[in-house]
């Protein structure tokens, strides 16, 4: 069976309504959306993967000159997204007015030029740089940065934010744009270090350098970490739930990677920095991360400043 099955096909294979009910209440079938079936994916399948289902689902039943957009887009350019944006499939028309939510479509118009789409996996979709700046236009900004961040360091090139953003000059949202692709960084490597350096610059900390690299007094890597203060002696790690297990390494247990992390920051302390961690839960209230920091701030006042600081950039 096909992933995605219509009821007319699966009428096609010889099963009448009642089989389809049967289907559905044995758990074997599940509806996608209306007229579409498919095998149920796992209880823990990912978001990501339940979206691209609702989009396999969805596409044959809208206008061909629909483009695949927004959220829908960034889930098929490995982009982060956001639980409220994967409710519907979000496309885009290339037209001025006739924009429209339904309950498992959203319908934005905006022009749209040869140059804004490409073709993945089969769908139209609007390109990465034109899916970053869509939802720089229109997501809050410590989503749209974490967006943008994703999008750099997986290789746009900033030339395409830049030549976008000079299209849209009257476009809603535009201002909110340029103020996501000023602050993106290409060296944040997750979303949770893109929202904490958002975060941190709304509550008035000092502009950290992302993947900062910590040398000792001999000129040799010590460490590289999530964000580093160098003028304060400081360096922060977010810890989130995925971290650990992207760093382990074939036929290593995440025990091990946690002792390695233990071992690294222990030879930070020896070395005289500070070392400031936290995790979403934490930044659900920033100004006490904030907080944290500038205590371990004036620790490095007091103590003075590592020996051999001057660490670099990625």
């Not at 750099?152 to 340029?178: F, N, T």
């Not at 304060?232 to 810890?239: A, I, L, P, R, S």
Request: net charge neutral; hydrophobic share 40%; charged share 25%.
């Amino acid at each position: 069976m096909e992933e995605i099955q219509s009821t007319s096909q699966l009428n096609l294979l010889g099963l009448e309504r009642w089989d389809i009910e049967r289907l559905l209440q044995a758990e074997q079938l599940e509806r996608v959306r209306r007229g579409a079936y498919a095998v149920p994916l796992p209880a823990d399948a990912a978001k990501e993967d339940r979206h691209r289902r609702l989009i396999a689902a969805t596409i044959p039943q809208l206008d061909p000159a629909a483009v695949l957009s927004h959220s829908s887009a960034a889930i098929l350019h490995d982009l982060p997204v956001w639980r409220p944006g994967l409710q519907q499939v979000h496309v885009t028309r290339s037209r001025s007015t006739g924009g429209q939510r339904r309950r498992l479509v959203h319908l934005h118009v905006a022009p749209l030029t040869a140059g804004d789409t490409e073709l993945i996996d089969g769908f139209a979709v609007t390109t990465a740089a034109r899916t970053v700046l869509d939802l720089a236009r229109s997501l809050p900004f410590r989503h749209a940065v974490a967006v943008a961040d994703r999008a750099l360091a997986a290789g746009l090139s900033p030339d395409l934010l830049d030549m976008g953003l000079a299209s849209m000059v009257r476009w809603p949202g535009v201002r909110r744009a340029r103020r996501t692709c000023g602050f993106a960084d290409h060296r944040s490597e997750s979303v949770g270090e893109s929202v904490s350096r958002v975060d941190f610059a709304q509550v008035g900390l000092p502009t950290p350098t992302p993947q900062y690299e910590v040398l000792d007094e001999f000129g040799r890597l010590l460490a590289r970490c999530d964000l580093g203060w160098e003028e304060h002696g400081t360096v922060g790690e977010f810890d989130g739930k995925v971290k650990y297990g992207r760093l382990l390494r074939p036929g290593q247990r995440v025990e091990e990677v946690v002792y390695a992390e233990k071992l690294r920051e222990d030879a930070l302390r020896d070395h005289g920095w500070q070392v400031v961690r936290w995790t979403w839960d934490d930044l659900r209230y920033p100004a006490l991360v904030r907080d944290r920091i500038l205590r371990a701030f004036a620790r490095a006042d007091r103590c003075g400043l590592p020996d051999g600081i001057g660490g670099s950039t990625s």
